[in-house]
């Protein structure tokens, strides 16, 4: 295409640990993952790792740094723990063979690690205040990033950039799709489409409820899903549509589900929408699994306390569902009708 170890087994805490055990969902499982916040976790290709981006606080020198931790899925076991950004690690994705890792902050820099070595194998100063969104090419050459005003395209091994275009606002987390062919960020009550061939918007999806806040992509790049709000204080409105990103056509629209999302994901096969926030601004977080065929709703947990779920991932085979909330990662296992039959 061209563009214009040794560590240390992790605590397992069965279902009678917090959040609330969930209805329809199997053998939760809780990590203890970072000190301080879970702020970012994606699944491996092959489903069988977990990596979860976070901080670690050392309290000699009082300063914190971004952590980095791989898990095993089924055992809950640590498999490897990687330092080298200076501050939270904010966003991550694996390339599509599984071998590579990417890494983004607000340090400057984006960092490829080896999955299998758990070393370092690339840094690239970015030319922003940080990394806000992250996405490989289906061959794994290429790296996208995302600043808040521009979009960067380098070589994944050598981090020379390939091409770059600037994007409209500089709201939310921005996205890539899993073919690497659209870029989609937040912009006020929109979401702008890009071609990341030729950097251009071709398509904005409009009447949001209002601020558009999380993105999510289907595994096969066919299903948008787009979460927005909007306030009069101090009651928050919120709003989860899903649209056909190839021709701008809304398929549905899910009001007051979940007011403030916080985080958002949908499965690989785009049945269900997995959704978490709270009723307003503050309290207790709820993660709710929807079925987009017919609207009907799931509580899948509630956190019960002050900790905010900071972000939500399917595995690949869409069988688990994974979940950061304040210093922990969630696992459950996921029936294939969590929801039952209509």
Same mark, same amino acid.
């Given at each position: 295409?061209?563009?214009?170890? +040794?560590?240390?087994?992790a605590?397992?805490?069965?279902?009678?640990?917090?959040?609330?055990?969930?209805?329809?969902? =199997?053998?939760?499982?809780?990590?203890?993952?970072h000190?301080?916040?879970?702020y970012?976790?994606a699944?491996?290709?092959?489903?069988?790792?977990?990596a979860?981006?976070?901080?670690?606080?050392? &309290?000699?020198?009082?300063?914190?740094?971004?952590?980095?931790?791989?898990?095993?899925?089924?055992t809950g076991?640590? &498999?490897?723990?990687?330092?080298?950004?200076?501050?939270?690690? &904010?966003?991550?994705? $694996?390339?599509?063979?599984?071998?590579?890792?990417?890494?983004?902050?607000?340090d +400057?820099?984006? =960092?490829?690690?080896?999955?299998?070595?758990?070393?370092?194998?690339?840094?690239?100063? @970015?030319?922003?205040?940080?990394? %806000?969104?992250?996405?490989?090419?289906?061959?794994?050459?290429?790296l996208?990033?995302?600043?808040?005003?521009?979009v #960067?395209?380098?070589?994944?091994?050598?981090?020379?950039?390939?091409?770059?275009?600037?994007?409209?606002?500089r709201?939310?987390?921005?996205?890539?799709?899993?073919?690497?062919k659209?870029?989609?960020?937040? +912009?006020?009550?929109?979401?702008?489409?890009y071609?990341?061939?030729?950097? =251009?918007?071709r398509?904005?999806?409009?009447?949001?409820?209002?601020?558009?806040?999380?993105l999510?992509?289907?595994?096969d790049?066919?299903?948008?899903?787009?979460?927005?709000?909007?306030?009069? %204080?101090?009651? %928050?409105?919120?709003?989860?549509?899903?649209?056909?990103?190839? @021709?701008?056509?809304?398929?549905?629209? $899910?009001?007051?589900?979940?007011?403030?999302? #916080?985080?958002?994901t949908?499965?690989?096969?785009?049945?269900?929408?997995?959704?978490?926030?709270?009723?307003?601004?503050?309290?207790? +977080?709820?993660?709710?699994?929807?079925?987009?065929?017919?609207?009907r709703e799931?509580?899948?947990?509630?956190?019960?306390g002050k900790?905010?779920?900071?972000?939500?991932?399917?595995?690949?085979?869409?069988r688990?569902?994974?979940?950061?909330?304040?210093?922990?990662?969630?696992?459950?296992?996921?029936?294939s009708?969590p929801?039952?039959?209509k």
């Open positions: 295409m061209k563009y214009a170890w +040794n560590v240390p087994t605590l397992l805490l069965l279902a009678a640990g917090s959040p609330s055990a969930a209805d329809g969902l =199997k053998e939760r499982v809780v990590l203890p993952a000190e301080e916040w879970v970012c976790l699944f491996a290709p092959d489903g069988k790792t977990v979860t981006g976070g901080r670690q606080h050392n &309290r000699q020198t009082g300063q914190s740094a971004g952590e980095l931790k791989l898990w095993d899925v089924d076991k640590q &498999r490897a723990v990687m330092y080298g950004h200076t501050s939270e690690i &904010r966003v991550l994705a $694996f390339a599509p063979d599984g071998k590579a890792l990417a890494t983004g902050t607000t +400057n820099a984006i =960092k490829v690690w080896d999955v299998e070595t758990a070393k370092e194998a690339l840094s690239v100063r @970015t030319a922003e205040f940080g990394a %806000y969104g992250l996405g490989f090419s289906p061959d794994g050459k290429t996208g990033y995302a600043g808040h005003l521009a #960067r395209l380098v070589d994944a091994a050598t981090g020379r950039e390939l091409a770059s275009f600037r994007r409209r606002g709201d939310g987390t921005p996205i890539f799709s899993s073919d690497f659209t870029f989609v960020a937040p +912009n006020h009550q929109d979401a702008d489409l071609d990341i061939v030729t950097g =251009k918007v398509l904005v999806l409009e009447d949001h409820r209002g601020s558009v806040s999380r999510a992509f289907s595994a790049g066919k299903t948008l899903a787009v979460a927005s709000y909007r306030s009069e %204080y101090p009651k %928050y409105f919120g709003e989860i549509k899903l649209w056909d990103p190839a @021709t701008g056509r809304e398929r549905a629209t $899910f009001k007051d589900v979940i007011n403030m999302v #916080r985080a958002m949908l499965s690989p096969d785009g049945k269900f929408v997995a959704v978490a926030g709270s009723k307003e601004l503050t309290g207790p +977080n709820d993660i709710k699994l929807i079925d987009v065929a017919t609207g799931l509580r899948v947990a509630t956190t019960g900790d905010w779920v900071s972000c939500l991932a399917f595995s690949p085979d869409g688990r569902l994974a979940a950061g909330i304040g210093k922990t990662v969630t696992l459950w296992e996921v029936p009708d929801i039952g039959s």
